[in-house]
């Protein structure tokens, strides 16, 4: 960890956009608006990762990534659709001497990219932001080797039927990259159905949620889908399908 007086200088002279917030030294935190530290342990990720294997999915300015790290984690690999410069990782990789790893690429290309599986998968803020969450999903359960940990945007009541809402332009925040907000009842459909079983789930406010999280496992034998579809899935190959 830094310095608080480097911690200062780097947040002083970043171009960047900081969209997390997590700290970089024992007083001087980044100024993004998420807190990327709360919300791991809302998810309920451990305080300690000794000797695990993390995935990072959409890492943005390394966060989660970094925080992994601290907590003792052996291999972390951080993941963005964007160039490590874009949200800062790469500079802030350096001044932490990080031995995170930086793959740019979308999830649905993970599987064959990484070609193997990892002890927690991290998959905070991005399942609203895809076209494809179901074929996302099925990527997921082929990377989870341990326990996966997804946070999202939601929507509709607590209890409701499974449904999803459809953002076809900028409805929802009024941000066009965001396509879908499933229920609380639709998330937790959606992962069972991608081969994962459900061991936890969180969802804020109370009455009517905007966002969730949750913790699964992938669950025995091929994804459920698998079994009961009539559409034959990209890829099937090895343990984790």
């Known amino acids: 960890m830094l310095s608080d007086i480097q911690a200062a200088e780097l947040i002083a002279g970043s171009t960047f956009i900081w969209h997390q917030r997590f700290p970089l030294s024992e007083g001087v935190r980044t100024p993004g608006v998420n807190d990327i530290e709360w919300l791991l342990n809302e998810v309920g990720v451990p305080a300690s990762l000794d000797g695990a294997s993390v995935l990072d999915v959409g890492t943005t300015n390394g966060g989660a990534a970094f925080i992994a790290?601290?907590?003792?984690?052996?291999?972390?690999?951080?993941?963005?659709?964007?160039?490590?410069?874009?949200f800062g990782f790469d500079e802030i990789s350096k001044a932490l001497n990080s031995r995170v790893e930086f793959v740019r690429a979308s999830v649905y290309q993970l599987p064959e990219l990484l070609r193997q599986q990892f002890?927690?998968?991290?998959?905070?803020?991005?399942?609203?932001?895809?076209?494809?969450?179901?074929?996302?999903?099925?990527?997921?359960?082929?990377?989870?080797?341990?326990?996966?940990?997804?946070?999202?945007?939601?929507?509709?009541?607590?209890?409701?039927?499974?449904?999803?809402?459809?953002?076809?332009?900028?409805?929802?925040?009024?941000?066009?990259?965001?396509?879908?907000?499933?229920?609380?009842?639709?998330?937790?459909?959606?992962?069972?159905?991608?081969?994962?079983?459900?061991?936890s789930i969180a969802h804020w406010p109370a009455d009517r949620p905007e966002r969730a999280c949750l913790a699964a496992r992938p669950s025995a034998g091929v994804p459920e889908y698998i079994e009961i579809s009539t559409e034959v899935p990209l890829v099937v190959t090895g343990t984790a399908t």
């Open 69 to 86: 790290e601290s907590r003792g984690a052996a291999r972390i690999v951080a993941v963005d659709i964007y160039d490590a410069d874009r």
């Open 119 to 199: 002890d927690v998968v991290l998959f905070l803020g991005v399942l609203y932001h895809l076209r494809h969450p179901l074929l996302a999903l099925d990527s997921l359960r082929r990377l989870t080797g341990g326990v996966l940990y997804l946070e999202t945007a939601v929507s509709g009541e607590v209890p409701d039927p499974p449904q999803a809402s459809f953002f076809r332009r900028d409805e929802l925040n009024a941000d066009s990259s965001n396509w879908f907000a499933p229920n609380i009842a639709c998330l937790t459909d959606w992962v069972a159905s991608s081969g994962f079983n459900v061991e």
